[in-house]
């Protein structure tokens, strides 16, 4: 097979700017829901945290991210059998398309949330195409002295466009909730013509057949493990969590035979779908598994600060519960901006003095970020808050390109599709995972304190014991689920019945901005202080992960 002719030199930066706007545009769809579903639930006349809705809810936020999670090592290696170019295209048109039909979304109700929840699966596919190559390209046309800051550009629009997501999603869901998925389109329409006219495969291609097997399997166990941690966290007759379930025990057990059975296919097939043998790689093992770790750690801390700010916080300083959602965008900005600061410099520094010093850097400070931010009382000053989040997003942003780096360097050109999929598959799983793990620790803590101080509560202020107990009995997750949405749980939880039985002015302080707030405050901050503490030992053990990423590159230049 003949190379195809090598590109001019202006080609590796339009190759940046192209692959630079369809992380970001993917990164961006992945969490702009989290702050504009309440808007969207309300365009299409459902109601969130109804019981039966819970589903629906859940899998409009995480569908998505586990589609990428699946998808991007199959992906890779298309990419590398078929183009890592072509497929980059063909995933930029699919998330355009499926951006199209997301605006336009018909009917109302259940109807219109399954539609919502299969379009953004589509939507997934594309993402997964253009993450699983995006850092292959890159790597395929930027020489090793250029890669860092390539690739931190990069990794800036992946990292920075999950939260520049959330400010996003809370801008347009104020105007209009449709706004939330067109904004996708012209970013999605201009990538898709600017790729397939530009973008060019300029090495050569390994032709194989496609590892059917190996693909189902892993698909199949993904998915499976994946949906038994979102299915997790859920109330399950009586419990709080549902983890001893039925089907998220089944899904657990045979999502692990599945991911077991594909270990073993693929280690006996000779051009499998993910060749393990990269695994003796150091600098692909140990880069793999601390972007894992620090990937939980980032989903963690996202999903906490919302709640935090949504729930307790804002309403305590006079914002009303409908427009937490906004203003906790807004006030997790210096996160953002730490991140956007350091990326850069600390790609550019990488290409220079090596990558392994600010990867261990970055997690390093991100740790005592955290453990700034397990000190900090429930209504903390701001300037204190600010500083640790910018702490936090310098640390992410040290991290980001020297690990991508120690990586993409590590393998040979032919396999980068593949590794390039494999590190994306570990990013994602790890947002999937926080949820998980974190949302789950703190439901433990709210179930040993909440139900307590909030029957307290209520009856204090006139409301039949009975009355509160019933209400105190709810699944913490459903009052956890409405400060991270933005309602006002009490105005959730209780029924309008019971509230205009007792005088006004107790109904109104019970459904005011400052009593939910007060009942929360001691609960949370228990659970917070276990799962930040998580979070500094994910960024600690990430930081080990990274001393141990080393070894000879293997990547042909």
Known sequence: ?????????????????????????????????????????????????????????????????????????????????????????????????????????PGEGGSAALYLIIVRIIQGVGGALIMANATAILTDVFPPHQRGIALAVNMVATVGGQFIGLIIGGLLADANWR??????????????VWGFYNLRDHRSRVSHKIDVWGNVTFAVGLILVLTAITEGIQPYEGHVMAWTSPMVVTCFAVGLFALVAFYMYERRIERPMFDFKLFRLKPFAYGNLAGLLASMARGGLQFMLIIWLQGIWLPLHGYS???TP???????????????????????????????????????????????????????NYALFAFLLLLNGLGTGLFIAPNATQIMNAVPAQERGQASGMRATAVNAGTVLSIGVFFSLMLVGLAQMLPQSMQAGLVAQGMPADIARQVASAPPVASL?????????????????????????????????????TLMSAPFMEGLKFAFTFSMLLNLISAAASWRAVGKPEAAH
Request: net charge neutral.
């Open 1 to 105: 097979m003949t190379t195809p002719k090598k590109p001019g030199p202006g080609y590796k930066w339009m190759v940046l700017s192209n692959t630079t706007l369809g992380m970001l545009a993917a990164a961006i769809n992945s969490s702009i829901l989290l702050i504009s579903l309440p808007a969207v639930f309300r365009g299409i006349g459902l109601k969130a945290l109804d019981p039966g809705n819970i589903d629906y809810l859940l899998w409009a936020i995480i569908g998505y991210l586990i589609v990428i999670a699946v998808l991007v090592v199959a992906f890779g290696r298309l990419g590398d059998q078929f183009g890592r170019a072509r497929m980059y295209n063909i995933g930029f048109a699919i998330f355009t398309a499926a951006s199209v039909a997301l605006s336009l979304m």
């Open 179 to 192: 706004l939330v998925f067109w904004i996708n389109v012209p970013i999605g329409i201009i990538g898709t």
């Open 321 to 323: 519960f409908e427009e």
């Open 326 to 380: 906004l203003w906790s965008a807004i006030f997790m900005v210096p996160l953002t901006v730490g991140m956007l600061a350091a990326a850069p410099v600390a790609g550019y520094l990488s290409d220079r003095f090596g990558e392994r010093p600010f990867a261990i850097g970055g997690m390093l400070v991100g740790a005592a970020a955290f453990i700034g931010l397990m000190l900090l009382p429930a209504d903390f």
């Open 481 to 517: 689920f409405a400060a991270f949405l933005g309602y006002n749980p009490m105005g959730e939880l209780i029924p309008a019945s019971a509230l205009s039985a007792i005088p006004a002015v107790n109904a109104a302080t019970i459904t005011g901005k400052t009593f939910f707030p």
